[in-house]
């Protein structure tokens, strides 16, 4: 059963728009969540992260939000650049796993020119 | 952030054959994570590299299988025996960063990319 859904596999935008990609979860005892970035041919590399107890951390043009009611976190990237296609995962840590993530099986994003 | 080191980057190999992983840290770590990701899908952990120690395996994987040694806090290695076609991933060496409550922020070697034939 996967705990850490990443429903599209791919999304495409166009650069300069914002680039909104979805992530669901099904674990409530999950308290940390973070969001990693894939280019090919290299590994995950750490992009922004949210605790349980926010609903929102901004980090230059990326914004995570956590809806813990709904179960759902969303990675706002604005404005979208052609540097950011890559794949993104999005990772979900129990409370006191030890670096025990979870991972969703990624979104590719294409950023059109 | 660490400097991980993973090699082979790629291989191609017959099938009852085993494969060798090496991921070298260029400082010392805490812990050290062997995950795989199977085509289209997401990361599984496989074990956590104990320095010193036999590897704590996750569900789904042992030891027979994946042999993993770490003898000290910069190195480990990650065999995968006997292999089959089901065994094509991509491998990725993983450790956790040199600040404490790091609040899982793992940081991660390039993969290694398997092709069992």
Request: charged share 15%.
């Amino acid at each position: 059963d996967q705990q850490v859904k990443q429903n599209s596999p791919s999304l495409s935008v166009q650069e300069g728009r914002i680039s909104i990609l979805n992530c669901d979860y099904t674990n409530s005892m999950f308290d940390y969540f973070l969001w990693y970035k894939k280019y090919p041919a290299e590994g995950p590399t750490f992009l922004i992260s949210i605790s349980s107890i926010k609903d929102k951390n901004e980090d230059g043009r990326f914004t995570v939000f956590l809806n813990k009611s709904a179960k759902h976190l969303s990675l706002h990237i604005v404005p979208s650049q052609p540097g950011d296609s890559a794949v993104y995962f999005c990772a979900a840590s129990p409370l006191g796993s030890n670096y025990q993530l979870i991972w969703g099986a990624g979104t590719k994003l294409i950023i059109k020119p | 952030s660490a400097v991980i080191s993973q090699k082979p980057s790629r291989d191609i190999c017959q099938r009852g054959t085993s494969l060798t992983i090496q991921c070298q840290v260029d400082s010392q770590v805490t812990m050290m994570f062997w995950y795989r990701q199977q085509p289209g899908q997401s990361l599984t952990l496989i074990a956590t590299a104990n320095q010193g120690s036999e590897a704590t395996y996750e569900s789904g994987f042992v030891i027979d299988k994946f042999p993993i040694s770490r003898p000290n806090l910069t190195f480990s290695t990650l065999t995968v025996s006997n292999m089959s076609p089901e065994d094509s991933s991509i491998y990725l060496c993983s450790v956790t960063g040199p600040e404490d409550g790091a609040n899982e922020k793992l940081f991660f070697g390039s993969g290694t990319q398997l092709s069992v034939l």
